[in-house]
């Protein structure tokens, strides 16, 4: 059996206040600390290995760069993740922390190989303003100095309503607007993120409730997908059905983060959770494999 990813879930605070956070409403270990996922990062990465992983993807229910005193834990899973010999090494990062060029360097330094920067809006005034980021947060400078240490960006836009504005054809056309200014600031990849939602969410929680009134409609989603579809070059189709484009000279998809893989001999991610145990989805604790 073969997963395509291993997922270090960090335990952190996070320095942003999404309203569309559905690490919020995921269930959770109990753990506040990591010292549990700490003493398993060994025997994990050799779980992993032996599923054939190629990509281990730093990431936390907080903030992962805030993981640990002087973010001692973040760079112990960099560092196991590169020592075990794992060619792609993701940080997954709102990128504010990363303003700081010497912690930049120091997570180039330590093995990291790929940045995804999540964003909520095109415009950077826009995106810190919904993110709940100072005001004077520009992910775009985050991107350039990122790129300039050779790290592979990418940005992760979780699509909303407003992103398409009314008059343009089929709406869809700031994609391709859009793309040419990440690859123009230094991006490599494009992921556009459909808001989603794990199983089993009080309706009436807030989180839902935002997402519900301001995600982009599952039309106007699939709209947007047969756009880069019908106007970009498929370049391959990921495990769990998703193809990937080249879009204005862009590494693009159109995703969501909570898919489970239904192929029962590939798994989308190992997850090693705070409580040190590995699991295969986001959405059901009794997924535990070891």
């Not at 779980?47 to 760069?65: F, Q």
């Amino acid at each position: 059996m073969k997963a395509t990813s291993l997922s270090v879930n960090l335990w952190a605070p996070c320095n942003a206040k999404c309203p569309f956070c559905i690490s919020r409403l995921t269930w959770k270990t109990g753990e506040h600390s990591n010292d549990c996922l700490l003493a398993s990062l060994p025997k994990a990465y050799r779980y992993a290995k032996w599923h054939r992983v190629d990509t281990v993807l730093i990431t936390s229910n907080g903030e992962p760069t805030l993981a640990g005193d002087q973010r001692r834990d973040l760079f112990t899973a960099i560092v196991g993740a590169a020592e075990t010999g794992f060619p792609v090494i993701e940080m997954q990062t709102n990128g504010y922390t990363l303003l700081e060029p010497a912690f930049l360097n120091a997570l180039v330094e330590a093995g990291l190989t790929t940045v995804s920067i999540s964003v909520a809006h095109p415009d950077p005034v826009r995106s810190a303003e919904i993110m709940g980021l100072p005001s004077d947060y520009d992910y775009l400078s985050v991107v350039q100095a990122a790129a300039s240490k050779g790290l592979v960006v990418r940005v992760s836009l979780n699509l909303l309503a407003d992103h398409c504005p009314k008059g343009q054809v089929n709406g869809q056309t700031w994609a391709r607007d859009y793309a040419a200014s990440l690859r123009e600031a230094g991006v490599h990849q494009l992921t556009i993120r459909e808001l989603g939602l794990p199983d089993g969410v009080d309706p009436e929680h807030r989180v839902p409730t935002w997402i519900h009134e301001n995600k982009l409609s599952a039309q106007r989603t699939e709209m947007l997908a047969d756009y880069i579809k019908r106007t970009g070059t498929a370049l391959r189709r990921l495990s769990y059905g998703n193809t990937v484009y080249e879009f204005e000279g862009l590494d693009v998809t159109v995703s969501t983060c909570m898919t489970d893989n239904e192929d029962p001999d590939e798994i989308r991610s190992l997850i090693l959770m705070p409580d040190g145990h590995v699991y295969h989805s986001w959405n059901h604790r009794g997924s535990i494999l070891l």
